[in-house]
T-cell receptor, first 112, second 113 residues
Framework: QKEVEQDPGPLSVPEGAIVSLNCTYS??????FMWYRQYSRKGPELLMY????GNKEDGRFTAQVDKSSKYISLFIRDSQPSDSATYLC????????????FGQGTRLTINP | DTAVSQTPKYLVTQMGNDKSIKCEQN?????MYWYKQDSKKFLKIMFS???????INETVPNRFSPKSPDKAHLNLHINSLELGDSAVYFC????????????FGEGSRLTVL
């Protein structure tokens, strides 16, 4: 079993829809949780960062962490065609990138 | 001005050849990384340098040799290329080893024929 599982998709939704992206993990030591967005032929860029359990909201994006279920989610409200990208979850037991583990990424397309 | 830039963006070469990828960051960060993203999009760390010192060296064949001439540059040299080395290689940097956002370059797409 991989440490971090993420459905690779692809996921295709109409513009304006609410999108839910998820990752599950097996390592209970993970404390730091991130979502990266990667446009085609580009490098990943940090979208959301959460420490431990709880919710974090930034504009149309909400990140949720449920450590008891070892499950994290990213919600995108009022999705736009410009949100079309691959979304990678990432998590680590410590601050910094030394032990950062990435999910496979979910490819998302928002159709106008 | 690009924060993390790597060259070349595309590299097509024959098995057995040696190639290098260069990376430069102008963010003043202390820590730089090489990641490999395979065809299934799995992103895995290969090496990490902090102030020119090698910190992380994951299980990577010794055909891969990183070099950091100064803290703004991190190069990757690959000897005797194999088909399985085909991937996108990303350079990244962070302000410090124990934290700070990762900034990625645009990637170098290596195809070994």
């Amino acid at each position: 079993q991989k440490e971090v599982e993420q459905d690779p998709g692809p996921l295709s939704v109409p513009e304006g829809a609410i999108v839910s992206l998820n990752c599950t993990y097996s390592n209970s030591a993970f404390q730091y949780f991130m979502w990266y967005r990667q446009y085609s032929r580009k490098g990943p860029e940090l979208l959301m960062y959460t420490y431990s359990s709880g919710n974090k909201e930034d504009g149309r994006f909400t990140a949720q962490v449920d450590k008891s279920s070892k499950y994290i989610s990213l919600f995108i409200r009022d999705s736009q065609p410009s949100d079309s990208a691959t979304y990678l979850c990432a998590m680590s037991p410590i601050q910094g990138a030394q032990k950062l583990v990435f999910g496979q990424g979910t490819r998302l397309t928002i159709n106008p | 001005d690009t924060a993390v830039s790597q060259t070349p963006k595309y590299l097509v070469t024959q098995m057995g050849n040696d190639k290098s990828i260069k990376c430069e960051q102008n963010l003043g960060h202390d820590t730089m990384y090489w990641y490999k993203q395979d065809s299934k999009k799995f992103l895995k760390i290969m090496f990490s340098y902090n102030n020119k010192e090698l910190i992380i060296n994951e299980t990577v064949p010794n055909r891969f040799s990183p070099k950091s001439p100064d803290k703004a540059h991190l190069n990757l040299h690959i000897n005797s290329l194999e088909l399985g080395d085909s991937a996108v290689y990303f350079c990244a940097s962070s302000q410090r080893l124990a934290g700070g956002e990762l900034f990625f370059g645009e990637g170098s797409r290596l195809t070994v024929l």
